[in-house]
């Protein structure tokens, strides 16, 4: 099916709480290098092949195609992520397709940065606009437990000096804090990356998934990090760009950078979230937490009629209530929900 862009939609299409539609992540596999404890723990797997065969992904015309009908439904913002996007064969490849819509303002990636040094200058070449490198800490031993024994501190730092000489001026670092694990260590990360352009998020340990141990005890609410900071080194909020931000976002008194704190436990940003998500094979999710999604695989592989994907995406986000954040603890909200490496972060 080949699906010409064609924005047919003047009204903006919303939800059911008046949000539109207007970010995508597209998780473009499900496989991964490391195994976080706090996403695909190892024990969880149990050696088990849970993981998508290669046939069953989209392909990049598929995706190409799938992101036109959502072009044309508001999306302006596209991020790619996974599992491990970098471990996609050929991903530079779907980037350029992607890159070559010019209604999307923004394409960015979310990576664990270690296959940098062999991709970067290609994504930088093939139009991806911006990088975001998850590293939760600076102390080998930490980092070793943290990732289930698979990261090595120099690898992903190589990844962001490499990033840094494709041409991607200014990175996101996403920092998952738990208490008892790597907290002692995030001082030591602040200061690493205070006076550089990147920015580090400190994100909230979340109850994605079914299988990381969530735990309320192991979060740290950002509240006890912005009070600690500014103890050490005085910062002020900066203010939001969109309602949409998911990170409130704060710059240290002296021009020594910018920090972002991801709350979703303690400040949860459902108000604002115009975010749908799609899996490597097609399925079609409207909150992070969800535990269930739409298949749009047979109207991607095998439609005949472009207004039908068209048609099936607008009836699932006009019908769409979620806000788990918000509900999160309340009773019936303790549903079986998709792992965040398979939905994609
Ligand atoms: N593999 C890539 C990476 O790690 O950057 C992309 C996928 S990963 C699922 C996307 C983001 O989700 C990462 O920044 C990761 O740290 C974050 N993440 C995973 N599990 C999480 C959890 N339980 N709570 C908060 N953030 C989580
Ligand atoms: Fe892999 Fe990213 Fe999940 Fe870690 S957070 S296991 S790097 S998908
Ligand atoms: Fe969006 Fe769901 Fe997260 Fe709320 S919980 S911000 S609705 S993804």
């Known amino acids: 099916m080949q699906i010409p862009l064609k924005i047919t939609n003047p009204e903006p299409l919303q939800d059911r709480l008046q949000r539109p539609l207007r970010e995508l992540r597209i998780s473009v596999i499900d496989r991964c290098n490391f195994r976080c404890t706090y996403c695909m723990p190892a024990d969880s797997l149990n050696g088990r092949g849970i993981f998508l065969p290669l046939v069953k992904l989209l392909t990049d015309h598929e995706i190409e195609d799938l992101i036109k009908t959502f072009v044309e439904l508001g999306v302006r913002k596209i991020r790619i992520t996974g599992g491990e996007p970098l471990v996609r064969p050929g991903l530079p490849g779907l980037v350029e397709r992607l890159a070559a819509i010019p209604e999307l303002e923004d394409i960015a990636l979310t990576t664990n940065g270690v296959m940098l040094p062999r991709l970067a200058e290609d994504l930088a070449q093939a139009g991806l606009g911006r990088i975001t490198v998850s590293l939760d800490t600076l102390d080998e031993t930490v980092l070793d437990h943290m990732s289930g024994g698979k990261a090595h501190l120099g690898q992903i730092l190589d990844g962001i000096a490499a990033a840094e000489s494709a041409g991607f001026r200014q990175l996101k670092i996403n920092t998952v804090v738990q208490r008892g694990i790597n907290d002692h260590t995030i001082m030591d990360l602040l200061e690493y990356f205070r006076g550089s352009v990147h920015k580090v998020r400190l994100i909230e340990f979340m109850d994605v998934g079914n299988c990381n141990h969530w735990n309320r005890s192991v979060v740290v609410p950002s509240a006890e990090w912005i009070e600690a900071i500014n103890a050490k080194w005085p910062i002020r909020p900066v203010n939001k760009r969109s309602a949409a931000e998911t990170a409130q976002r704060y710059e240290y008194a002296d021009g020594q950078g910018e920090i ?68 999160r603890g309340l009773p019936g909200h303790d549903q079986e929900k998709v792992e965040m490496y398979r939905m994609g972060g």
């Open 260 to 327: 972002g704190f991801i709350s979703s436990i303690s400040k949860p940003f459902c108000g604002g979230c115009t975010r749908a998500r799609i899996t490597a094979d097609g399925l079609f999710y409207t909150c992070l937490f969800s535990s269930k999604g739409t298949n749009l695989m047979p109207l991607i592989r095998h439609g005949e009629d472009p207004a039908e994907l068209r048609e099936r995406i607008i009836s699932v986000w006009e019908k769409r209530d979620d806000r788990y954040s918000e509900e």
